[in-house]
């Protein structure tokens, strides 16, 4: 650690106690790697995001905001991006945040060994420094999701000192230029941050920041309860009732990006025909699911776009069940007696919901064996396309492009029902270098017709972020991507 | 007593070796890819094929299996999957918390063991041992997570006495870190309290009823030194046995106990790293833990020897 690290270390303890405001937070579990290039686990963003400063930031709206860009431009046919960047701004470790400090992250994301971020950043060609705050990207080709990318990890600036001399250990005593500064990690335990009062935006409301895993949501609920955490994400859908009768407590239920649903593996025999698919998918009750399931804390969903997002269209609408409809299309394709196995993981949310599945998709006649996988199992058997059909979301993206493109088009990495479509692709190709969201929409919703008539997946329910809090906490703004930014947090 | 130590002593030698090679195929054995677990939802294909490359997944599973023997060797159980840390080191860090959490547990079942026990033998069938049989039938029977989440209920949201989680080291505060472990310890010595009670009951009832105490009593000896000496001597020897193997279990119990109190000791980490894939820390947790019960059996054996001594000579 070095002197300036402590600084504002000591100046917490010369507060004393008493007057230090210390918020804890529990999550539901120990985020793996607090290293933006080598983060893949959603929990690790809650963390990273309170350290790090990115190059631009979400609104409520999921408009893209300036954060250490001030401001950019797009030229070139949208093949050249020019951030100017903030001045004046230091990383915790007191050295200073320029162009230079851009160039190093975003090709450390680029090119450090396991980096997660390679795929996101590939659009990339170089990353020049104009001046000391003037930094401009060149793509190979344009990418319209660039921005939504670089509000993520991908865009989180990292000290090239401190980074430099940790390599890959940086996770460890990651530095940063974000509202809080990391002071120590207990695994399992806590990761202790603490506010950073040199902030450009000006320093947090709190002095401290604590986060707790707590992986078992009754567990994460009851310290609530208790008093030893002031907020908890996510809250179980189940305990949602009790926190808002709660006089103590406040909930925030705001939509999220994610969505869940079925993949239907289309190499198979009982998947080939795609009027199988469509009859499997019109069984399904998505109210139903919505209801009993889950309490209606999420809502049910009919494309892979949520309500309030970019792209969100409301000619998608989310289908009503048609028994009849199934059975005919099941006839018509010779495939009255219809059988087939259901992968998904052994928790309880799950179980349930493949159960309801069962019952839905029995009412056409149709046989399902469900069988359970740890999640490591599913992921792989997804990979090697070792399944009929698979129960798998995703945690969505800020940019529409990141809900649809690797999943659609042929060869994408997460296309796990091995879907196969060239109009599909051009379409999702073309909104993808395009620049005007209007434009990017409207192709969207072409190739969307075409995804659903195909059915490689079905959409059941848009996920929502559910967070509880004591009351006197204030200050969380619903960011639909489910990250609580700390710094303009404050408790009474 | 010290030849019969080394001959037990080297007796496990080749035990462990067998232990290493179950290790080694257990972790083999689960399904999943570790690569594809760390890498989550957004790997793409060229960057597993390079962490498994880097984690030597890509070799033939006998060259795995001989480094990994070889570092052990020199005592290096590997670098944890997730964040590059040193596995010695992280079970070392771990180690400290739940022996407290165990020897706490241990004083608890003992404190409530002992006396029960022994009041229940020295009456059999009156109202005392109907109710201790009746208590310890229950503390057998009730699972750890069910006493830890009552626990916490009554104590921490219901009264809010002691919080429902959180863990200070007892070095830097001993105060609030045996307020912590409060419920934990009790929640992890319940179960163990009740076999014990069961076991010495019955062994003292057994012991008391022996020619010798007869004998003892009959000679005139107070009943309390009949009891204490000669009868509590004889029959603790079934219960130490009880004791080690409870002793053995109590690491599987603190698996759940640390889970519910959120106490950050070796069973939390052996959780994350099954879910999170982290072979190498779960290789080195799991034999850590074979050798943990291996010296707990050899304690116990050499306990054994000095209570009775002619286990020394056989």
């Known amino acids: 650690m070095t002197k300036s690290r402590i600084l504002p270390v000591l100046a917490l303890l010369a507060l004393g106690s008493a007057s230090a405001q210390t918020l804890t937070v529990g999550i539901d579990a120990d985020p793996p790697r607090l290293d933006p290039a080598l983060s893949s686990a959603l929990v690790d963003r809650q963390v990273l995001n309170q350290i790090f400063d990115k190059l631009v930031d979400l609104d409520t709206d999921l408009k893209v905001v300036p954060m250490l860009a001030k401001s950019w431009k797009i030229t070139n046919n949208g093949t050249t991006y020019t951030f100017t960047l903030r001045s004046g701004v230091r990383f915790h470790d007191g050295t200073p945040l320029d162009a230079a400090a851009v160039k190093y992250s975003l090709d450390r994301n680029m090119t450090l060994e396991g980096s997660v971020r390679k795929n996101e950043l590939s659009s990339i060609k170089d990353v020049k420094v104009i001046n000391d705050t003037t930094v401009q990207i060149n793509l190979k080709n344009p990418y319209g999701p660039l921005l939504g990318v670089l509000s993520d990890r991908a865009g989180m600036i990292v000290s090239p000192k401190a980074a430099e001399k940790a390599g890959k250990d940086f996770g460890n005593d990651p530095v940063g230029s974000g509202p809080f500064s990391f002071v120590s990690r207990k695994r399992q335990d806590n990761i202790t941050l603490a506010a950073n009062t040199r902030y450009w935006a000006g320093a947090p409301k709190i002095d401290k920041l604590v986060y707790r895993p707590f992986p078992d949501g009754d567990v994460r609920y009851a310290n609530l309860l208790s008093g030893a955490v002031q907020v908890i994400t996510p809250v179980d859908p189940k305990d949602v009732t009790k926190l808002e009768k709660n006089s103590r407590f406040e909930l925030l239920n705001y939509a999220g990006l994610g969505y869940q649903g079925i993949w239907f593996n289309v190499n198979r025999d009982v998947f080939k025909d795609k009027r199988v698919r469509q009859a499997v998918a019109a069984t399904i009750d998505r109210e139903a699911v919505a209801k009993v399931v889950f309490q209606n804390t999420v809502s049910p969903a009919g494309g892979p776009f949520p309500p309030g997002t970019p792209a969100y269209s409301s000619s998608i609408k989310v289908p009503k069940p048609d028994v009849a409809e199934a059975r005919k299309k099941l006839a018509a394709a010779g495939k009255s007696n219809l059988t087939f196995t259901l992968l998904t993981t052994p928790n309880a949310i799950n179980t349930q919901l493949a159960q309801l599945y069962q019952a839905m998709f029995s009412q056409a006649g149709i046989n399902v064996k469900i069988e359970q996988v740890e999640f490591g199992t599913l992921l792989d058997r997804a990979d090697r396309a070792d399944f009929d059909a698979l129960m798998l979301g995703w945690s969505g993206r800020p940019d529409p492009d990141g809900n649809v493109y690797d999943f659609f088009t042929t060869g994408g990495t997460n296309n796990q029902a091995r879907y196969s479509n060239k109009e599909v692709d051009a379409l999702l190709n073309k909104a993808r270098a395009t620049s005007a969201m209007s434009a990017r929409k409207a192709t969207y919703n072409v190739a969307l017709g075409k995804i659903l008539d195909d059915v490689p997946y079905t959409w059941v329910y848009f996920q929502r972020n559910l967070i509880g809090m004591a009351k006197g906490v204030s200050g969380i703004q619903p960011i639909p991507d489910g990250i609580v930014r700390f710094h303009n947090v404050s408790i009474k | ?314």
């Not at chain 2, 690491?251 to 190498?280: H, K, W």
């Open chain 2, 1 to 314: 007593m010290l030849p019969f130590a080394l001959r037990r002593f080297v007796a496990t030698l080749p035990t462990l070796l067998v232990v290493t090679l179950l290790v080694f195929a257990l972790a083999k054995l689960l399904p999943g890819d570790p690569a594809r677990l760390l890498l989550g939802e957004e790997a793409t294909p060229q960057a597993l094929a390079e962490l498994r490359q880097s984690m030597g997944l890509d070799r033939s599973l006998p060259e795995q299996y001989g480094r990994w023997l070889l570092d052990l060797a020199q005592f290096n159980l590997g670098h944890s999957l997730k964040d590059n840390a040193s596995v010695t080191a992280l079970i070392l860090e771990k180690l400290p918390t739940t022996f407290e959490l165990a020897l706490l547990s241990m004083l608890f079942a003992l404190l409530l063991a002992l006396p029960a026990g022994i009041i229940s033998a020295l009456r059999p069938g009156g109202f005392v041992d109907r109710l201790v049989t009746l208590l310890s039938l229950s503390g057998i029977s009730l699972p750890n997570f069910f006493v830890g989440i009552l626990l916490i209920y009554l104590f921490s949201v219901k009264l809010a006495w002691i919080p429902a989680s959180g863990y200070v080291s007892f070095a830097e505060d001993p105060l609030k870190n045996l307020t912590l472990m409060l419920m934990p310890a009790f929640t992890l010595g319940i179960g163990s309290a009740a076999v014990m009670t069961r076991y010495l009951r019955s062994s003292l009832l057994e012991a008391l009823s022996q020619d010798y105490v007869r004998t003892a009593k009959a000679k005139g000896i107070s009943s309390g030194v009949v009891v204490f000496k000669h009868g509590l001597r004889n029959a603790l020897i079934p219960v130490i046995t009880a004791f080690g193997l409870q002793l053995g279990g109590l690491l599987g119990g603190a698996v759940i106990t640390e889970q519910i109190f959120s106490v950050p000791g070796f069973g939390r980490l052996l959780v994350d790293a099954v879910f999170t894939r982290d072979l190498p820390v779960m290789q080195g947790m799991v034999l850590a833990s074979a050798v943990l019960i291996f010296l707990v059996s050899f304690l116990v054996d050499l306990a054994y020897a000095a209570v009775d001594p002619r286990i020394r000579y056989r």
